[in-house]
C-alpha cells in the first residue's frame, strides 16, 4: 500500500545476537549515519489477526515517557508489518558481568553506595518487576549505572492484575512468591537482593524454585506471623508449624553479607522486610543513613 | 502546583501542528463523520469516556501530519478505525476483533491487514506517545488537588 512510508532503511547495520526474551531478540547493531553502537529488540507480533498487539503499544508508549539519567533511555522505533524494532542506548557490561570482571573494583564500598543510590534514584516512578545484575547496565568508565528495562514495566498507577512470571525467584519478593497483589514494594525488595550481592558478588538467595526461596527467606529473615505481617494467614502459607518453613542454621544478615558497614546493614534489613507495607520506600531509602557521608 | 505546569506544557507539546486542522472545510467534515463513528462505535461496546478521549486525540494528532493523505476518501474512515482500535487497546480490558469493531454503518470495511499497517502509521506518525495530557487528566488532577473527589464527583466524571 502506497501510503505506508517506509521507515525500515538502512540505519542501523545488525550485528550479532545479543540476548533472548520472552518477547523476541535482542541485538547488538551499528547506527552507521553516527557510528555508534545500539541495542535493537525486535518484538514479534505473535497474534496476525487483530493488529499491533495491545501489550506493545502500552510499552513502546510507556518507554517513550521515560527519561531518567538512570534507565537505558529507547531511541528509536522502528515498524515492520509482523515486528516493531526498539532501538536503546547500548551499553557493553551489565552489572553480573561487573562484578564478575572487576573482582576487586566491585566490591569497593563507596561504588556500591553509588550504584545503589542510582539504581533507587529512578525506582519511585515505574513498577519495574524485573530488576537483577543482568538488568543493569553499567557504563564502567563513568560509574553509572541503568536500568535496561525492555518492556515489562508499568506506570505506579495502573492497574495491579498480574498473572504471568515476571522474574527468577532469586530476586523475588515473597508477595510475588505467594501470588498476593504487589506494588512498587517488589522493586525495593529485588534492589535489596541486588545491594546485596554487591557487597558481596554471591547472589543472596538462589531461588532454585519459589518453594526453596521462601524458605531460604524465611531462614534468613525469620518466619512471619500475623504481628510481623497482619494479613500473612490469608495469603495460603500454612504457618502453623514454623519450624518446617526454615532450613539449616538460622544467620543474620551481618554473617551473611560480610563487610557491609553497620548503617548498610540496617537498610538493608528495612528493604528486606518480609511485609511489603513495612518495607522502606525508595524515597525514605534514599535519605537512609547509609548514604549520608557518601 | 509543579504538577498542573507540567501537564499543561505537555499537552502543549502533543498538540503542536493542530492549528491548521480547524480552518480546513473539507477535513472538518470528514473529521466530524470520523468522530461522529468512533463515538457510535464507543456507545456500542460501552467503552470509557476515556478511550473515546483518546481516540478523537491520536485522530486529530494524525490528520494534522503531513502523512495523512487527504485526497483518498477512504483515509479518514480507516484512520478512524485505526485511532479507535489503538486507544482500546491502550484503555480497555476487553477490546473487540478488528473486524467487529467496523460496525454502526461503517461507510467502508478493511481488512486486518490494512488496519493494522494503518495502526503502525499512526503511531510512528504520533511517535508512540499514546498517553497524552487530555482535558480528563486536567480534570482529574483538580479534583484531586480540592479533595473533590466523592463518590458523587465520580459518578459524574463516568457521565460526563
Same mark, same amino acid.
Given at each position: 500500500m502506497d501510503y505506508l512510508i517506509d521507515t525500515m532503511d538502512n540505519k542501523y547495520e545488525q550485528l550479532e545476537t545479543i540476548g533472548r526474551g520472552n518477547f523476541g531478540e535482542v541485538y547488538k547493531c551499528r547506527d552507521r549515519e553516527k557510528n555508534t553502537f545500539a541495542s535493537m529488540k525486535r518484538i514479534l507480533?505473535? $497474534?496476525? &489477526? &487483530? =493488529? %499491533?498487539p495491545g501489550s506493545v503499544i502500552r510499552g513502546v508508549a510507556l518507554l517513550k515517557e521515560l527519561d531518567h539519567p538512570n534507565i537505558i533511555s529507547l531511541l528509536d522505533v522502528l515498524d515492520d508489518e509482523k515486528w516493531v524494532d526498539l532501538v536503546f542506548e547500548y551499553l557493553e557490561m551489565d552489572l553480573w558481568r561487573f562484578m564478575g570482571t572487576y573482582p576487586r573494583i566491585g566490591k569497593d564500598p563507596n561504588l556500591t553506595k553509588s550504584f545503589l543510590y542510582q539504581i533507587l534514584s529512578d525506582s519511585y516512578r515505574i513498577l519495574h518487576r524485573n530488576l537483577k545484575p543482568r538488568n543493569i547496565m553499567v557504563d564502567v568508565d563513568k560509574k553509572i549505572v541503568k536500568i535496561a528495562d525492555y518492556g515489562l514495566a508499568r506506570p505506579v498507577d495502573a492497574p495491579v492484575a498480574f498473572t504471568y512470571q515476571v522474574l +527468577? !525467584? #532469586? $530476586?523475588?519478593a515473597p508477595e510475588l512468591l505467594i501470588d498476593a497483589k504487589y506494588s512498587t514494594p517488589v522493586d525495593i525488595w529485588s534492589v535489596g537482593c541486588i545491594f546485596a550481592e554487591m557487597v558481596t558478588h554471591h547472589p543472596l538467595f538462589n531461588g532454585q524454585c519459589e518453594h526453596t526461596a521462601i524458605m531460604e527467606m524465611f531462614s534468613l529473615l525469620g518466619v512471619p506471623n500475623v504481628e510481623t505481617w !497482619? #494479613? %500473612?494467614? +490469608?495469603? =495460603?502459607?500454612?504457618?502453623?508449624? !514454623?519450624?518446617?518453613l526454615v532450613s539449616g542454621v538460622r544467620r543474620s544478615l551481618s554473617d551473611v553479607v560480610k563487610g557491609l558497614e553497620p548503617t548498610g546493614i540496617d537498610l538493608l534489613a528495612q528493604m528486606l522486610c518480609l511485609n511489603p507495607c513495612r518495607r522502606i520506600t525508595a524515597r525514605d531509602a534514599l535519605i537512609h543513613a547509609y548514604f549520608r557521608n557518601a | 502546583d509543579d504538577e498542573l505546569v507540567l501537564l499543561f506544557s505537555k499537552e502543549k507539546e502533543a498538540f503542536l501542528g493542530q492549528t491548521g486542522l480547524f480552518a480546513d472545510g473539507s477535513l472538518m467534515v470528514a473529521r466530524r463523520d470520523a468522530v461522529d463513528w468512533m463515538f457510535r462505535v464507543a456507545t456500542h461496546y460501552g467503552f470509557t469516556v476515556v478511550t473515546s478521549v483518546l481516540a478523537v486525540n491520536y485522530f486529530d494528532r494524525f490528520v494534522s501530519s503531513f502523512r495523512f493523505q487527504r485526497d483518498k476518501p477512504w483515509m479518514s474512515q480507516l484512520a478512524a478505525v485505526a485511532c479507535l482500535s489503538l486507544a482500546a487497546k491502550v484503555e480497555e480490558t476487553q477490546v473487540p476483533l478488528l473486524l467487529d469493531l467496523q460496525v454502526e454503518e461503517s461507510k467502508y470495511v478493511f481488512e486486518v491487514r490494512a488496519i493494522q499497517r494503518m495502526e503502525l502509521l499512526v503511531l510512528s506518525t504520533l511517535e508512540w506517545k499514546m498517553n497524552p495530557v487530555t482535558p480528563l487528566s486536567i480534570v482529574d488532577h483538580v479534583l484531586r488537588r480540592l479533595r473533590l473527589k466523592t463518590h458523587l464527583q465520580l459518578e459524574f466524571l463516568r457521565r460526563c
Amino acid at each position: 500500500m502506497d501510503y505506508l512510508i517506509d521507515t525500515m532503511d538502512n540505519k542501523y547495520e545488525q550485528l550479532e545476537t545479543i540476548g533472548r526474551g520472552n518477547f523476541g531478540e535482542v541485538y547488538k547493531c551499528r547506527d552507521r549515519e553516527k557510528n555508534t553502537f545500539a541495542s535493537m529488540k525486535r518484538i514479534l507480533f505473535r $497474534y496476525q &489477526d &487483530d =493488529g %499491533v498487539p495491545g501489550s506493545v503499544i502500552r510499552g513502546v508508549a510507556l518507554l517513550k515517557e521515560l527519561d531518567h539519567p538512570n534507565i537505558i533511555s529507547l531511541l528509536d522505533v522502528l515498524d515492520d508489518e509482523k515486528w516493531v524494532d526498539l532501538v536503546f542506548e547500548y551499553l557493553e557490561m551489565d552489572l553480573w558481568r561487573f562484578m564478575g570482571t572487576y573482582p576487586r573494583i566491585g566490591k569497593d564500598p563507596n561504588l556500591t553506595k553509588s550504584f545503589l543510590y542510582q539504581i533507587l534514584s529512578d525506582s519511585y516512578r515505574i513498577l519495574h518487576r524485573n530488576l537483577k545484575p543482568r538488568n543493569i547496565m553499567v557504563d564502567v568508565d563513568k560509574k553509572i549505572v541503568k536500568i535496561a528495562d525492555y518492556g515489562l514495566a508499568r506506570p505506579v498507577d495502573a492497574p495491579v492484575a498480574f498473572t504471568y512470571q515476571v522474574l +527468577s !525467584p #532469586g $530476586y523475588k519478593a515473597p508477595e510475588l512468591l505467594i501470588d498476593a497483589k504487589y506494588s512498587t514494594p517488589v522493586d525495593i525488595w529485588s534492589v535489596g537482593c541486588i545491594f546485596a550481592e554487591m557487597v558481596t558478588h554471591h547472589p543472596l538467595f538462589n531461588g532454585q524454585c519459589e518453594h526453596t526461596a521462601i524458605m531460604e527467606m524465611f531462614s534468613l529473615l525469620g518466619v512471619p506471623n500475623v504481628e510481623t505481617w !497482619p #494479613g %500473612v494467614t +490469608s495469603l =495460603g502459607i500454612n504457618l502453623s508449624n !514454623p519450624e518446617a518453613l526454615v532450613s539449616g542454621v538460622r544467620r543474620s544478615l551481618s554473617d551473611v553479607v560480610k563487610g557491609l558497614e553497620p548503617t548498610g546493614i540496617d537498610l538493608l534489613a528495612q528493604m528486606l522486610c518480609l511485609n511489603p507495607c513495612r518495607r522502606i520506600t525508595a524515597r525514605d531509602a534514599l535519605i537512609h543513613a547509609y548514604f549520608r557521608n557518601a | 502546583d509543579d504538577e498542573l505546569v507540567l501537564l499543561f506544557s505537555k499537552e502543549k507539546e502533543a498538540f503542536l501542528g493542530q492549528t491548521g486542522l480547524f480552518a480546513d472545510g473539507s477535513l472538518m467534515v470528514a473529521r466530524r463523520d470520523a468522530v461522529d463513528w468512533m463515538f457510535r462505535v464507543a456507545t456500542h461496546y460501552g467503552f470509557t469516556v476515556v478511550t473515546s478521549v483518546l481516540a478523537v486525540n491520536y485522530f486529530d494528532r494524525f490528520v494534522s501530519s503531513f502523512r495523512f493523505q487527504r485526497d483518498k476518501p477512504w483515509m479518514s474512515q480507516l484512520a478512524a478505525v485505526a485511532c479507535l482500535s489503538l486507544a482500546a487497546k491502550v484503555e480497555e480490558t476487553q477490546v473487540p476483533l478488528l473486524l467487529d469493531l467496523q460496525v454502526e454503518e461503517s461507510k467502508y470495511v478493511f481488512e486486518v491487514r490494512a488496519i493494522q499497517r494503518m495502526e503502525l502509521l499512526v503511531l510512528s506518525t504520533l511517535e508512540w506517545k499514546m498517553n497524552p495530557v487530555t482535558p480528563l487528566s486536567i480534570v482529574d488532577h483538580v479534583l484531586r488537588r480540592l479533595r473533590l473527589k466523592t463518590h458523587l464527583q465520580l459518578e459524574f466524571l463516568r457521565r460526563c
